[in-house]
T-cell receptor, first 113, second 115 residues
Framework: DAKTTQPNSMESNEEEPVHLPCNHSTISGTDYIHWYRQLPSQGPEYVIHGLTSNVNNRMASLAIAEDRKSSTLILHRATLRDAAVYYCILRTYSGAGSYQLTFGKGTKLSVIP | SAVISQKPSRDICQRGTSLTIQCQVDSQVTMMFWYRQQPGQSLTLIATANQGSEATYESGFVIDKFPISRPNLTFSTLTVSNMSPEDSSIYLC????????????FGQGTRLTVV
């Protein structure tokens, strides 16, 4: 299985930018890098994904290293509502038009008022 | 996007019994996944239930224990059979549309306690 490595926890001050790192040294050429977050007592929520180029959306930015062995999720201004567990996941093709998301342990982000 | 409704949202069950969890999606989707999340842990994939094929189970999960139905493109069920306290977990349904550049959507989960 394609695996990712993330810090167990991080802290950020409210309204400060947050950079959440992820290592995925075993990534293959067809794997997409996905980020999801899980707020307490909720199912995971999609944040962003990318393949090779950096990506931006209304929630966050995703910076992907040139060799694709690492990536960084960037929250531009952390709010209290961003406190969650953030999962960096490789979406791997599993054949017959299907794919899998294999969750690692994630990073628990705490936001300090 | 896809909105997922899971039922029940929580249940307390006696050991040795079975519980069927329902997953209803508001749009047709090709891929459906069932996950288990034990307290304080990450998500573990139980099985993938795609359109037109039998469910594919991950290592450590078997059909006799976790039978899955996928009667159409908007509905699936997961049954947890012959339950023991070790089956106490949150069970989550997830869906996606096949394609190279798509995201997955998750239900709110079913919190199961086996006593």
């Amino acid at each position: 299985d394609a695996k990712t490595t993330q810090p167990n926890s991080m802290e950020s001050n409210e309204e400060e930018p947050v950079h959440l790192p992820c290592n995925h040294s075993t990534i293959s050429g067809t794997d997409y890098i996905h980020w999801y977050r899980q707020l307490p007592s909720q199912g995971p929520e999609y944040v962003i994904h990318g393949l090779t180029s950096n990506v931006n959306n209304r929630m966050a930015s995703l910076a992907i290293a040139e060799d694709r062995k690492s990536s960084t999720l960037i929250l531009h201004r952390a709010t209290l509502r961003d406190a969650a567990v953030y999962y960096c996941i490789l979406r791997t093709y599993s054949g017959a038009g299907s794919y899998q998301l294999t969750f690692g342990k994630g990073t628990k982000l705490s936001v300090i008022p | 996007s896809a909105v997922i409704s899971q039922k029940p949202s929580r249940d307390i069950c006696q050991r040795g019994t079975s519980l069927t969890i329902q997953c209803q999606v508001d749009s047709q989707v090709t891929m459906m996944f069932w996950y288990r999340q034990q307290p304080g842990q990450s998500l573990t994939l139980i099985a993938t239930a795609n359109q037109g094929s039998e469910a594919t189970y991950e290592s450590g999960f078997v059909i006799d224990k976790f039978p899955i139905s996928r009667p159409n493109l908007t509905f699936s069920t997961l049954t947890v059979s012959n339950m023991s306290p070790e089956d106490s977990s949150i069970y989550l349904c997830s869906v996606a549309i096949a394609g190279l550049n798509t995201e997955a959507f998750f239900g709110q989960g079913t919190r199961l306690t086996v006593v």
